[in-house]
């Protein structure tokens, strides 16, 4: 794993594929807040109840003018799949090839199992990273309090306001 991006650096733009096959492009969301979640694999326990928390609180995050990307390195097929099993409705981005590659770029890949550790990046509206969470390892899941403390900072600092 490189180092992870640190706050205060620029979000480097990417475009990867949702479910669906569309391309979503980080710079897109400019002018919202985006929480960009890495995750490490569809299907798994601890995946499926962090991303259906963010789908069951989905009104309160765009409330703070926020919007949720869900990356791994799962292929479109299993997004589309596990997407419409768990009701989730926010893009699961595919980070499948070159494999990992915005996972590394971030800096949350773990080479040694070919997956993204779980991570958080908070991204303000003009596209800089302004907080960020990492798991010590795959398993620990960030609570929900993460998710809404940082998206309160990003208000109380005047970045996504």
């Known amino acids: 794993m490189g180092d992870m991006l640190q706050p205060n650096t620029p979000a480097p733009d ?6 669906e ?16 979640a890495f995750y490490p694999a569809d299907w798994s326990r601890v995946c499926t109840s962090q991303l259906s928390l963010y789908q ?3 009104d309160e ?9 869900a990356v791994s390195v799962d292929g479109r097929e299993s997004h589309r799949a596990w997407a419409a099993q768990q009701n989730i409705t926010f893009p699961l981005l595919s980070d499948f090839w070159p494999h990992g590659g915005v996972a590394q770029q971030y800096g949350v890949f773990l080479d ?3 997956i993204s550790n779980r991570a958080l990046f908070f991204i303000d509206k003009q596209g800089v990273i302004r907080d960020t969470w ?3 390892h795959p398993g620990i ?6 998710v809404f403390n940082a998206l309160k ?8 306001g």
Request: aromatic fraction near 6%; charged fraction near 25%.
């Open 14 to 19: 990417f475009t990867l594929n949702d479910g």
């Open 21 to 36: 096959g569309q391309p979503v492009k980080l710079s897109d969301y400019r002018g919202k807040n985006v929480v960009l």
């Open 56 to 58: 069951e609180t989905l």
């Open 61 to 69: 995050i765009r409330s703070q003018d926020a919007e949720v990307l």
């Open 112 to 114: 040694q199992f070919g």
């Open 134 to 136: 990492v798991g010590e």
């Open 141 to 146: 899941s960030p609570g929900l309090n993460i």
């Open 153 to 160: 900072r990003l208000q109380e600092d005047g970045h996504g």
